[in-house]
């Protein structure tokens, strides 16, 4: 089975610009998570998508947007883009989510912003 | 609530020596435990996972975690490291009786591999 891609793998972006990320999880996986890895917060959880609805966020500002289409690929959208930004990227699918259920992670989009 | 504590910043092993790294955890309810690891330029990559049983887990590359309940403890171990397992080491959690909700993830532990 192929892994989790994420698309693009590097970006450069200039503040107040918007950014959308894509990211394809393992077939037959239905959940979706995205995480902002950054040396100084860690890795922080923004939200997870299954079966096309948003079942958890974490405390991200509204700038920070998702969402899970039919065929489970998912897309992160962020708007007005400041330099605190920039990061590491994260998508992780899993086949539930829940429970004892793993996540398997892609290799990330390092976003850039200048 | 549900939250991890990885205490070590870095660990650093002679190579062929036995390596521990440890976590911590709190929940309100039975955890779900994992451990990542994450090389450079690269996504995290799942180990092992604790969810109930037996308390010693078998993962990956040979490495194993001991499940502690009482002292709420999650410890990753390996009889004798390589240098090639110098990496970045994450612990996360999960509250199994809260229902869907997201992982936590410690804040991560960064194991060095002498030669």
């Known amino acids: 089975k192929a892994g989790v891609t994420q698309t693009p793998r590097y970006l450069i972006k200039t503040r107040g610009q918007q950014v959308t990320l894509s990211c394809s999880p393992i077939?037959?996986?239905?959940?979706v998570s995205w995480y902002q890895q950054t040396p100084g917060q860690g890795l922080q959880f923004l939200f997870e998508?299954?079966?096309?609805?948003?079942?958890n966020k974490g405390n991200f500002p509204g700038r920070f947007s998702g969402r899970q289409f039919s065929n489970s690929r998912s897309e992160m959208n962020v708007s007005t883009l400041e330099l605190g930004d920039s990061a590491l990227y994260l998508c992780?699918?899993?086949?539930?989510?829940?429970?004892?259920?793993?996540?398997?992670f892609g290799p990330g989009t390092r976003l850039t912003v200048t | 609530a549900q939250s991890v504590a990885q205490p070590e910043d870095q660990v650093n092993v002679a190579e062929g020596n036995p390596l521990t790294v440890k976590c911590t955890y709190s929940?309100?309810?039975?955890?779900?435990l994992f451990w990542y690891v994450q090389y450079p330029n690269r996504g995290l990559q799942f180990l092992l996972k604790?969810?109930?049983?037996?308390?010693l887990v078998k993962g990956s590359y040979g490495f194993e975690a001991e499940f502690n309940k009482s002292q709420t403890s999650f410890h990753l171990k390996k009889p004798s490291a390589l240098v090639s397992d110098s990496a970045l080491y994450f612990c996360?959690?999960?509250?199994?009786?809260?229902?869907?909700?997201?992982?936590?993830f410690g804040s991560g532990t960064r194991l060095q591999v002498q030669p």
């Open positions: 929940v309100s309810g039975n955890p779900y």
């Open positions: 998508y299954f079966s096309e609805t948003q079942r």
């Open positions: 992780a699918s899993s086949t539930a989510g829940t429970g004892g259920h793993e996540q398997y």
């Open positions: 604790y969810i109930t049983g037996d308390n």
């Open positions: 996360a959690v999960r509250d199994g009786d809260a229902g869907r909700r997201a992982l936590t």
């Open positions: 077939s037959g996986h239905r959940s």
